[in-house]
């Protein structure tokens, strides 16, 4: 698999960031009581993490270390701001669903997290299509939720009816607890899928930060810098041999 279609493939499959890595729960929960809502957020948040580690990425050689997270959240917070003006202007009534949760966007541990594990580390192509990927993930897990709890709360689906006439809508699916029920749902059916796959296949899908693995050996590009000092081992690279011995 080719290095763009790898970055796309984990962010939509491997590491979903709302079913597999449990990231950006507060959106998640909190506007997805319509397909469109959560379709808008998604769509939103991906526009914002794709430019966010694109230019990160670009700029990983000229912001220093010591101050990379407040960097980090300037950019990402002038994006933030460009989305919401132009959701403000072309699609208002998006803007108003959606309220307070855009500018929260700023510090949406998904973003954040990719800015820190990938776009820091990788050049820029790659850096766009991880945000992508990562990005379409979390848009399809959010307009799946909102899908859900609006076809089992109001009938509707992207405000068309879809159930039949003497269909009784359930509230509680369009209320607080409604997105708790339809997230552990989902995440239950995905988990059931798992467990029917072959040994060595879910072992392949296994995210890194889940394993045991030594993470010094990892080919995971992105990763292995969540869990070690990189510079460190690079002042001494002979420091794991050692242990090993």
């Not at 108003?96 to 500018?103: A, Q, R």
């Not at 820029?124 to 609006?150: H, N, Q, Y």
């Not at 509680?172 to 997230?183: E, N, R």
């Not at 010094?216 to 242990?243: I, L, M, V, W």
């Amino acid at each position: 698999m080719n290095k763009i279609g790898e970055r796309l493939y984990n962010g939509l499959i491997k590491e979903n960031p709302t079913f597999v890595l449990a990231l950006g729960m507060c959106p998640t929960l909190a506007v997805t009581t319509s397909a469109m809502n959560g379709l808008g957020m998604g769509l939103t948040t991906t526009a914002v993490l794709v430019l966010s580690n694109l230019i990160i990425s670009l700029l990983r050689k000229v912001i220093p270390n010591r101050v990379r997270i407040p960097a980090f959240i300037v950019i990402v917070a002038s994006f933030v701001t460009m989305v919401q003006l132009l959701l403000q202007a072309y699609l208002p009534s998006l803007n108003e669903s959606l309220g307070v949760y855009i500018p929260l966007i700023v510090v949406n541990c998904i973003i954040l997290g990719r800015a820190e594990s990938y776009a820091y580390h990788n050049k820029p192509i790659a850096s766009f299509f991880d945000g992508l990927g990562m990005g379409l993930g979390f848009a399809v897990a959010l307009t799946l939720i909102g899908a859900v709890r609006e076809l089992l709360g109001l009938g509707t689906v992207f405000g068309y009816k879809v159930t039949p006439a003497g269909y009784v809508p359930m509230n509680i699916f369009v209320l607080a607890p409604g997105a708790f029920f339809v997230l552990a749902i989902i995440t239950a059916i995905q988990n059931a899928i798992k467990d029917k796959m072959p040994e060595q296949k879910k072992k392949d899908s296994k995210h890194p930060a889940g394993c045991t693995e030594d993470c010094t050996k990892c080919g995971q590009k992105g990763c292995e810098h969540r869990f070690y000092d990189a510079d460190a081992s690079t002042e001494n690279p002979n420091k794991n041999e050692k242990e090993d011995k």
